[in-house]
T-cell receptor, first 114, second 113 residues
Framework: AQSVTQLDSQVPVFEEAPVELRCNYSSSVSVYLFWYVQYPNQGLQLLLKYLSGSTLVESINGFEAEFNKSQTSFHLRKPSVHISDTAEYFCAVSWSSGTYKYIFGTGTRLKVLA | KAGVTQTPRYLIKTRGQQVTLSCSPISGHRSVSWYQQTPGQGLQFLFEYFSETQRNKGNFPGRFSGRQFSNSRSEMNVSTLELGDSALYLC????????????FGSGTRLTVV
């Protein structure tokens, strides 16, 4: 069955330190990959997505994610985090076929410490 | 352009009552999906509507239902509310493809007492 795994439920990190949020999925056949961010009491916002082409994609606020087909991973990274990055991050995968359009991971709560 | 609008933002209901939540998608988006978000279960897919037809349904009891109107606005209804229905209900609109991702509303926070 198609599935998305975010192993880390919470990641604490100090301000200005690097961070990696991990995402793995069950099959790399014809996938589209997304990261969403959710701030408290808000809906999810699309952070970045991979559809095809360069395996490294970037967001406007300094996050990047790399599609790794062999490891079926799409980890999210930021070289230097800010307090304002504190939020919950969701990985989502869409397969070109299958019942559900998008399947979400369980989320990773990033807490940036001063 | 206007985002996805969900009303109301907050709601308190009593066990056994029913509730209707509303979602207005981004103009041009004809696909509307609903999710339930709770601290214990995370994001759970409720259903998806496209052109007034339910295209997909998650594993929720029949007390949860929805519909979509010809202007793509969608409503979801929960009957005979239970305490466990307390959650953030998120609406997401999208193009019918699988490549553009969702645009989410801010959600309706439902508390059942």
């Amino acid at each position: 069955a198609q599935s998305v795994t975010q192993l880390d439920s919470q990641v604490p990190v100090f301000e200005e330190a690097p961070v990696e949020l991990r995402c793995n999925y069950s099959s790399s056949v014809s996938v589209y990959l997304f990261w969403y961010v959710q701030y408290p009491n808000q809906g999810l916002q699309l952070l970045l997505k991979y559809l095809s082409g360069s395996t490294l994609v970037e967001s406007i606020n300094g996050f990047e994610a790399e599609f790794n087909k062999s490891q079926t991973s799409f980890h999210l990274r930021k070289p230097s985090v800010h307090i304002s990055d504190t939020a919950e991050y969701f990985c989502a995968v869409s397969w070109s076929s299958g019942t559900y359009k998008y399947i979400f991971g369980t989320g990773t709560r990033l807490k940036v410490l001063a | 352009k206007a985002g996805v609008t969900q009303t109301p933002r907050y709601l308190i209901k009593t066990r056994g009552q029913q509730v209707t939540l509303s979602c207005s998608p981004i103009s041009g988006h004809r696909s509307v999906s609903w999710y339930q978000q709770t601290p214990g279960q995370g994001l759970q897919f409720l259903f998806e509507y496209f052109s007034e037809t339910q295209r997909n349904k998650g594993n929720f009891p029949g007390r949860f239902s929805g519909r979509q109107f010809s202007n793509s606005r969608s409503e979801m209804n929960v009957s005979t509310l239970e305490l466990g229905d307390s959650a953030l209900y998120l609406c997401a609109s999208s193009w019918p493809d699988r490549v553009n991702g969702y645009t989410f509303g801010s959600g309706t926070r439902l508390t059942v007492v």
